[in-house]
């Protein structure tokens, strides 16, 4: 079974500045894809990011980009200029592209924005 | 296009009570996934519908059930609850099943088991 790992619980960033969330995922499957996931007070699930596997370039989504590095297993998020509104939980998720497509989500990194 | 919709938002059930839970997906999505998030476990997969068919399932006791009607809507059914069954339940809809379908989720139901 493929796993999520977030190892900040939480992360603390002033507006305007930028912060990178981590992620590593286990797999043995060579075509999958990552995502990163916002889920704001309202709990409403919002898609950030999406990564194919067999894409080298990195994805980028206005001011969200990822560092996906397939040999370490790593995937990790970066905000710039962050804004008050990306204060959420960010959730790192795995989905193969072979069998099953459930999302293995992490357990979530808590985003604190400070003016 | 109307997002995915779920209700109720609230539920509080008694435990050894049962539990419906409706899901109507984006308009032309077919495929309907079932999430939950506690605080403990963080978010589960449950299973998995596609055109009125279980594609796929999580680890997660023969309590929990679902279906899938023609109309695409989902319903999850929980019966006899126990508080550990207290949690937020995501639907989320994709327009065909498969890696590639983008999913969007449900604002979920918040479910209390007392």
């Known amino acids: 079974a493929q796993t999520v790992t977030q190892s900040q619980p939480e992360m603390s960033v002033q507006e305007a500045e930028t912060v990178t969330l981590s992620c590593t995922y286990d797999t043995s499957e060579s075509d999958y894809y990552l995502f990163w996931y916002k889920q704001p007070p309202s709990r409403q699930m919002i898609l950030v990011i999406r990564q194919e596997a067999y894409k080298q370039q990195n994805a980028t989504e206005n001011r969200f980009s990822v560092n996906f590095q397939k040999a370490a297993k790593s995937f990790s998020l970066k905000i710039s200029d962050s804004q008050l509104g990306d204060a959420a939980m960010y959730f790192c998720a795995y989905r193969s592209a072979t069998s099953g497509y459930a999302l293995n989500f992490g357990k979530g990194t808590s985003l604190l924005v400070t003016p | 296009k109307a997002g995915v919709t779920q209700t109720p938002r609230y539920l509080i059930k008694t435990r050894g009570q049962q539990v419906t839970l409706s899901c109507s997906p984006i308009s032309g999505h077919r495929s309907v996934s079932w999430y939950q998030q506690t605080p403990g476990q963080g978010l589960q997969f449950l299973f998995e519908?596609?055109?009125?068919?279980?594609?796929n399932k999580g680890n997660f006791p023969g309590r929990f059930s679902g279906r899938q009607f023609s109309n695409s809507r989902s319903e999850m059914n929980v019966s006899t609850l126990e508080l550990g069954d207290s949690a937020l339940y995501l639907c989320?809809?994709?327009?065909?099943?498969?890696?590639?379908?983008?999913?969007?989720f449900g604002p979920g139901t918040r479910l209390t088991v007392t």
């Open positions: 519908y596609f055109s009125e068919t279980q594609r």
């Open positions: 989320a809809s994709s327009l065909v099943q498969g890696a590639r379908s983008e999913q969007y």
